[in-house]
């Protein structure tokens, strides 16, 4: 028996429990809530069996929200270094996970990050898969099936399904200056030309659609063709992936599955916005979830600044969720510090868009803190801070570095840029004492 997804009960005018969670956190009302859910663009991403998930709405319409990537690699990680990540990352203000173990013993790592968290977990099927198995052209359509069905039955709020890459589209990848850079993507793109078939998580997508809705897992449908450079941006190779997904978009709703598109990638700062605007146009709506997208590609160590600066573009133009990028993409699996540099950069590219959308409440902390400092009050100017531990680290950085401590009464009334003779904010506020 078919489980109701929150795309069901949307459909039948209801509104459920974690709807009105949503519209609190979002302050919208629950009827506007239940309607963009009926409407497929809004998703509430929340598999009964994880039962200490706190509800969590996705779409343009709410407040821009932040996924952060983790797992352990073939290579290094294991179950309290990945659980130390969630940590961090929910810390520093994640509101999503997406736990992407390749190596041994995922099962076990990922039901520990079910158990510590609350926010929704999100997996890449085909990971699980292939690692479980000796070759990964020996992939088939029981194993995958398989896989899905048992990270269903964990917990798994939301799953990124490659099923929009087909053999079709093969040419025109290999006509790109880095080709396919999605680990997925490539993987299936391999199997379909030893096997010359079509992509098994298509042909098996009616399959894969009954598991997903008789757990009410929400399907994020995968980008294997995403831009892995800027060269690669907005060709055919993505564009006709994308075409695929604005189908299976409807096939998800036809079958009750709620459904998000996930999308680039590395894209040029001037093709953004065209990219969010097929991507709403050609998927109907669908809650749009996107890597970056990465602005240029000549940072490595910095490609969470280059993200970010595409995400913050993409969140104006209508992307609904940003996955982070730490300063180790490109370069090696991210740690603890990574994570946190990753989720904090990628929370100021969301609350920025949110602030220009004029999103209810948005700017209300940034009004705060602006008072604050016209207060000097330095710990509420710390505690209203994205980062508060970086900014009281770098003020008593500052302070040591001038010779002044915090218990100098002149020391809360200036900032060691400006210092008590030049400090614009003390003299104007000396001025008006005067004018009075």
Not at 135 to 144: N, Q, R, V
Not at 160 to 177: C, N, S
Not at 311 to 330: I, S, W
Not at 339 to 365: Q, T
Request: proline share 4%; charged share 25%.
């Amino acid at each position: 028996m078919t489980a109701h997804t929150q795309y069901t009960i949307a459909r039948s005018g209801q509104i459920s429990e974690a709807m009105r969670r949503v519209a609190e956190q979002e302050r919208l009302t629950p009827e506007a809530v239940r309607d963009g859910i009926a409407a497929g663009r809004l998703v509430i991403c929340a598999n009964p069996a994880h039962t200490n998930l706190r509800p969590m709405g996705v779409g343009a319409a709410l407040t821009c929200k932040i996924n952060a990537n983790l797992g352990n690699s073939a290579l290094t990680g294991c179950a309290s270094g990945e659980l130390a990540k969630v940590k961090a990352a929910l810390a520093a203000g994640a509101d999503m996970v997406m736990d992407l173990s390749t190596g041994e013993d995922s099962v076990r790592i990922r039901a520990a990050i079910l158990a510590a968290c609350p926010a929704p977990l999100g997996t890449v099927p085909i990971y699980e898969a292939v690692a479980l198995i000796e070759d990964a052209m020996d992939l088939d359509e029981k194993h995958i099936l398989q896989v899905i069905e048992q990270q269903a039955k964990q917990g798994v709020d939301f799953m990124t399904i490659h099923a929009g890459l087909l053999r079709q589209h093969l040419p025109a990848a290999d006509k790109r200056l880095l080709g396919i850079v999605s680990r997925g993507g490539a993987l299936i793109a391999a199997w379909m030309k030893k096997h010359k078939k079509e992509n098994p998580f298509y042909t098996a997508f009616d399959k894969i659609l009954e598991i997903c809705g008789r757990h009410d897992v929400t399907i994020s449908l995968g980008d294997g063709l995403r831009p892995g450079c800027l060269a690669d941006a907005s060709d055919a190779a993505q564009f006709g992936e994308l075409e695929v997904l604005g189908t299976l978009v409807h096939r998800c709703r036809a079958a009750g599955v709620q459904v998000m598109v996930e999308g680039p990638g590395h894209v040029p700062l001037n093709e953004i916005q065209m990219n969010m605007e097929k991507q709403k146009e050609i998927c109907d709506g669908a809650p749009f979830y996107i890597l970056g997208p990465v602005v240029i590609d000549c940072a490595p160590g910095y490609d969470h600044f280059t993200a970010a600066i595409g995400g913050t573009l993409g969140a104006y133009y209508g992307a609904a969720l940003l996955c982070y990028v730490t300063p180790k993409e490109h370069l090696g699996l991210p740690n603890v510090q990574d994570v946190h540099e990753g989720v904090v950069a990628f929370k100021i590219a969301a609350h920025a868009a949110d602030v220009a959308l004029k999103r209810p409440g948005a700017r209300e902390r940034d009004d705060a803190i602006s008072r604050a400092r016209a207060e000097f009050n330095w710990e509420k100017q710390f505690d209203l801070a994205i980062d508060p531990g970086r900014a009281r680290a770098l003020r008593k950085e500052a302070l040591k570095e001038a010779n002044v401590t915090d218990t100098d009464h002149t020391a809360g009334e200036y900032c060691t840029m400006c210092g008590p003779k030049f400090c614009a904010m003390r003299v104007t506020q000396e001025a008006k004492k005067l004018a009075d």
